[in-house]
């Protein structure tokens, strides 16, 4: 007797510890990580992640290319008309204020719920490490675990702390790596220099899949590599279209940034003049912010501005003398349909096919694809769960029906955590 109701014993701990916490997340984002720079040097531990999980060749971005509007993004499943990140360097006409990367006050970020909320909602735990918007109070919550950004902290350290965190009881880890993108942009997509830091990165990924190994969490843990956009080549003192030479700078009120886009406000009465020369001007196309094309979701937000510049892949728009002497040979923030803006995407893990290519998907869909995987409901997003479901296994679609309408997981989780303490309670007494 008491032979089985050990066995019972342990049975019953091991499918409510599956019940009460299922598996867990970690998302991690390599910035500026192009598709096609796996092509480029030999990454043996990419490859060996496709071979033991699912790749897609690229995923889709969202416009504009730029480090923070992707990231909240992926974050929060949501265009960046959406949730108002649209630039990294931003003007908002109702708070008369600028946005830059140190802009951390509520009022910037609460126009999405980014997933680390969606999970502490439903009384899971999230942890984040350099994410953007981590450091913000945002519908009323941040992280239980995060971190102010600190560019020098080693990349080990950050792997180590990640590791920490899931092997206790963190439910979502999100891991953010600066490269390859520094390096693009100081070289240019093509150097010597960033091949090698792409090995390097393959590098990083290869620590990562050790100290899994070692702490035995490939069971519990799907893990997701991104990006959040590509780069280009770009020469500011020769490829760039100064805006100076061809409208009148007295015109305009503000250019909250300049480079592949430029968000433009003119003075009162003046739109017309502006569009006007800036028209047929060669390798820029200008938009007022309601013929913004469709395809970039980027017109329905106060802070896009009401005219938009966007330059022809490679070229830069400036304004003025003063700006032709960056030095950066890569740049981003292009038409999102380009193929040098596209990042890579690879997964892993209990729920996650193995040896599989997906089909391109949108980085939008990145939301709803982790909602499913944690079992929790999803806030409203711009994302499509069917664009991922095709390599998730192991999921009851039924009990885990992580759409906009709500999944019956959350809703039965605690009678059945209670059941299972009482049955536990039970077998101890014998």
Not at 190 to 196: I, L, P
Not at 348 to 365: M, S, W
């Amino acid at each position: 007797m008491a032979r089985i109701s050990s066995f019972v014993f342990l049975v019953v701990e091991m499918c409510c510890w599956w019940l009460i916490n299922g598996n867990k997340v970690l998302l991690i984002s390599m910035d500026g990580f192009r598709w096609d720079y796996i092509n480029q040097v030999d990454t043996p531990n990419f490859d060996a992640l496709a071979g033991k999980g699912t790749r897609a060749e690229y995923i889709n971005g969202t416009f504009v290319t730029k480090t923070f509007p992707s990231h909240y993004t992926m974050a929060t499943g949501l265009y960046e008309e959406s949730h108002g990140i649209i630039a990294n360097s931003m003007y908002d006409p109702l708070f008369d204020d600028y946005f830059n990367k140190r802009s951390k006050q509520t009022k910037w970020w609460d126009g999405g719920e980014p997933m680390w909320v969606t999970v502490r909602k439903q009384g899971l735990k999230s942890a984040v490490l350099f994410w953007p918007g981590n450091e913000s109070e945002i519908r009323g919550m941040r992280p239980n675990i995060y971190s102010a950004y600190n560019h020098t902290m080693p990349f080990q350290t950050r792997v180590d702390t990640a590791i920490r965190w899931l092997s206790n009881d963190i439910d979502l880890a999100m891991l953010y790596f600066d490269e390859p993108d520094s390096t693009g942009h100081l070289f240019g997509p093509n150097s010597s220099q960033v091949r090698a830091k792409v090995k390097e990165m393959d590098d990083v990924l290869g620590y990562i899949v050790k100290q899994f190994d070692q702490a035995n969490l490939w069971e519990t843990v799907n893990v997701i590599v991104t990006s959040d956009h590509g780069m280009t080549e770009v020469d500011y003192a020769t490829r760039h279209v100064d805006l100076s030479e061809h409208i009148d700078m007295n015109a305009i009120d503000k250019i909250p940034s300049t480079g592949p886009t430029a968000n433009i406000l003119p003075k009162a009465n003046m739109d017309d003049a502006i569009i006007r020369n800036l028209t047929n001007v060669p390798h820029v196309q200008v938009y007022r912010k309601e013929d913004v094309p469709e395809h970039w979701h980027y017109r329905n937000h106060r802070r896009i501005l009401p005219i938009l510049v966007v330059a022809d892949e490679g070229w830069v728009v400036l304004k003025g003398p003063e700006e032709y002497s960056e030095p950066d040979r890569g740049a981003h923030g292009y038409d999102n349909t380009l193929m040098s803006m596209k990042p890579i995407f690879y997964a892993r893990g209990p729920n996650i096919k193995a040896g599989y290519e997906t089909l391109p998907f949108n980085n939008v869909d990145i939301y709803p694809l982790i909602c499913e995987l944690l079992c929790i409901r999803q806030a409203p997003n711009n994302g499509t769960l069917a664009n991922t479901e095709n390599f998730i296994v192991n999921v009851d679609q039924e009990t885990c029906a992580a759409d906009t309408s709500g999944s019956s997981s959350a809703l039965f989780s605690l009678p059945v955590v209670i059941l299972c303490l009482l049955i536990k309670q039970e077998l101890q007494v014998l």
